[in-house]
């Protein structure tokens, strides 16, 4: 009898625990805090496509409207809202942060990366010279890993390009052979890329070899319809945004995969996002392209 | 585990095989294998069942007169004849429509189990959808292999575009002529693709001696022995000479090779001259120069094999040297696209009809989504006249009450790819959709 006892406890034990095995501490909720819609003189964002955030910064690329918006955050709060125009600038479509507070932006248009003062002043280009096969380069996306190196992913050489802070040219990844189309790079402080496949939906990094990009996930079209961006967290978290579901898919290290928010009009929700930017507390900027806004994420855990 | 346990688990797992439904597959061919032992009744006195004379197939035709005409066709299916109607019917009940002995899809492969092999790489799929009657007649047939039609006329019934190429072709291709089993397998194909017998060029190369000096010099001295023929002829019939695709580059027509490769007597002859969007600009320099100053570029035409991602260098069954029919092409990356409107409750004429170029534009734009227009509105309306002059309040003006940086047009109430709801509304209901912004009238 004893045994038959032991062995409804063991049974009501795994029924009880199962749940919890799937649905583990790591479990991450986004909780929307805050849109941005216009500058500081109310004219309104049109389909911005780029966004860098800090704890104390955040800048827009409001591509439609060719121009940058930068907004100074304090106890939480935006203020500002400056709009920036730049004549060497645009069509601005992804934009990073570095270390010191310059922005590296990318004009689609040109095809070019534009280098500004933390202020919007115009530097320089970045020189793409002293590459190993010379050609056009066409940068899709940029990312910026630890000590400012740049990472620039031009789809034209099927590379990523790897630069040093001071511009000069480090090395080069060939992209993998049997990808769809790479739309989008993110590097983290300890130098490995990630890339987001948007054909066959999966993420390549170069976690294993720094020289080479491998699968890190399978196909994972179930999951998502057709991801474009990529952003990584100082914790390792993959945040990609899915433009035709409006999703938000969050991949942890372990490769559990989490698909947040929805398509929708209303604040939280998403249409066609595109670059993404985390901070350090872990809040997470979007830009939410067809609804014109910014959007931020709080994490809930 | 303890000793109790274990028998206990045991014991349920044999009462659970007790109770296993019987494969229907298995009971058809018990029935076939016990109906060829059992002898007629009264001979031998061997007829367990004490059956009438006939009644595996002559006591049916009684109530079947029919299929008394159609057994006189020269082809009958041979379990027909042997054993009888009882080879695939149950003669009392059975749990499949016609009272057959296992489920349609199925019942062939009790004595066809070989028809589709394991690692097809290629299967039909009437075969795969256990569809055999929509090819075989299943009783009895004028036709070998108790075919429904003869020839290629049974292909045709359902491959129509391709029987269209072929009756209308200027130029046959004999093999083709004579029947569509000279290339493809009609079940699965172990080789190849699209039911091929074996891959281009060693299909082709069964009749075409690639050593020939008339081959040699028709491919203009080019080293084509192992490269892929369909890429340039159209094996079901052309109308141009050599069965070249109907759409013909230039270059290529002219057989002026050395214009993109380095040429025939180069060490590397089929070597491309520049690589992607490079080579192309040398005559299309126009083409590539608007697509450059657009602001935003379609990633395939720089990326990868640049234009080739997209078109045929040398020859094409569509129009503008395109790979593939235009939703198949443009399919191969937005495939998500695509199935949204085929789950779609209501089509998108240009869609349905492979127009994606119709909204888009396929190198560059200024607009997102490569918009070919940078107002929906009027991309919309030069379809869709009525919105002109009937319609909700839409346009520059019309700010959409969601949000103060939007307006109002054709995309704040209809996804132009499709939605599972009617007149492609991403909401369930209309009502659901109005009251988004006419949010007084909410329930």
Redesign the interface.
Known sequence: MR?IYM?RYVLLMIIFLLPLRAFGAEELRLKHERSL??DDKGV????PEGVACGNDRLVVADT?NGRLVLYTIQGGEFQGGTEIRVAQVS?PTRIVRSSKGDLLVLD??Q?KIARLSADGAFKEYVELSGLPVE??V?P?GISLGGSDTLYLLD??G?RVLVFSDDGKFQRQIVLPKDY??I?DIAADQKGTVFLID??HAVVYSTTKDPAVFLRITEKL?DDM??PSNIAVDDKGLLYISDQ?SGNIIVINQDGTIRRLLS?G??EGALR?PAQLCVTTNGDLFVAD?????IQKFTPLK | M?L??GIFIAALAAIGLCFAPQVPAAKAAKAATAAKTEKPAGQNGENKFNLKPGARQKVCLTCHPLFEDLMKKPFVHTPLKNPGCIACHSPHASNFPKQLSAAAGSICLTCHPGILPKNARSTHKAALDGKCVQCHDQHASDNKHNLRKAGNELCYDCHKDKAETIRNAKFKHVPVEKGCVNCHSPHASPNAAALLKSEAPELCKGCHDTNKPFFIKQHSNMPVANSKCTQCHNAHGSNKAGLIYDTVHKPFASKMCNQCHEGATSPKPLALKK??F?LCRGCHSNVVNDM?A????H??V???DGCLNCHNPHASAQQGLLKAAPVQLCG??????IQRQEKSTTKHPPIKEGMCTACHAPHASDN?FLAVNASTVELCGSCHDYMKHSTHPIGEKII?K?????IVQCLSCHRSHGTEFKKMI?FGTVSELCT?CHIQYQR
């Not at chain 1, 392209?289 to 806004?293: D, K």
């Not at chain 2, 657009?294 to 570029?297: A, E, I």
């Open positions: 045994g062995s819609y216009a309104g964002m049109n389909q439609g069509y689609a248009k095809r050609g056009m066409i899709a789809i034209a099927s769809g189309f739309t948007s054909v079209k319809s057709f035709n398509m009009w209303k066609y392209r067809a609804n014109s806004r | 303890t109790r346990t690589k992607g490079e450059f657009k602001n935003r570029l990633w395939p720089v990326g990868k191969t990356c937005h495939a998500d696209t997102v959409d969601r949000n103060k940086n939007l991403p988004q």
